[in-house]
């Protein structure tokens, strides 16, 4: 019998203890991870003509989480996209969007198993947009437009851990993007001349994010 409660009791203590250590599972040295973050928004877009199109627009971002003494983390992200169309006339336009981006923040706990954080992001965001079209002399003409925008985006989010490895979450934020020159490269042929342009897109975000911590 003696045997029987001692087994029991040993049962309940590792059940019950990565429920224990959850909470308080990144509050002593650093701790490293990777992770993901996935939104499905709707943008502003200028078509030609100066026509505003709100379109959906989807994407993920790569997360390497960096927990410091459960106060503070540090989380390099990566984001990038791609999108290329063909025409009848054979007439390609390809546009890719990297974005490179750093998030500080600070963590506060949210209960046993559960924390929050807030603080914010940003970085470079890095414009490419392609036409590839048949030249009536021969051959083809290229033209690259490059544009670097930069984006800043306070942030609050909260996060569920399921074990000290696992985290489920989701963040809001208030996202501004300023808009950089467009430098246009034409080739074959003389560059054109590059405006100056300037621009402000203000809007919120709401992500879902995935972690899981190594150690």
Do not use: C, W
Not at 124 to 131: D, F, G, K, S
């Amino acid at each position: 019998m003696r045997t029987t409660i001692y087994a029991a009791t040993a049962a309940i203590f590792l059940l019950s203890a990565p429920a224990q250590a959850q909470g308080t599972n990144h509050d002593e040295g650093t701790h490293f991870g990777l992770g993901a973050a996935f939104n499905l928004a709707t943008i502003l877009v200028l078509a030609p003509g100066g026509a505003a199109v709100v379109a959906p627009f989807s994407s993920a971002s790569i997360l390497i989480p960096i927990d410091i003494l459960g106060v503070v983390r540090i989380e390099p992200e990566l984001n990038f996209g791609h999108t290329e169309n063909t025409n009848d006339q054979d007439e390609t336009d390809s546009a890719s969007v990297i974005r490179p981006g750093l998030g500080v923040f600070f963590m506060f706990p949210l209960g046993d198993n559960a924390g929050g954080y807030v603080g914010a992001r940003g970085g470079p965001v890095v414009n490419l947009i392609t036409n590839e079209q048949a030249d009536p002399l021969g051959g083809t003409i290229n033209t690259t437009d490059t544009r670097i925008d930069g984006f800043l985006a306070p942030a609050f989010g909260g996060e569920y851990y399921f074990s000290k490895h696992f985290s489920l979450g989701a963040e809001i934020q208030v996202a501004f993007t300023f808009i950089g020159d467009v430098e246009r490269d034409v080739d074959p042929g003389p560059d054109p001349a590059n405006p100056d342009e300037s621009g402000l897109i203000v809007g919120t975000n709401a992500l879902l994010t995935a972690r899981i911590f190594f150690f």
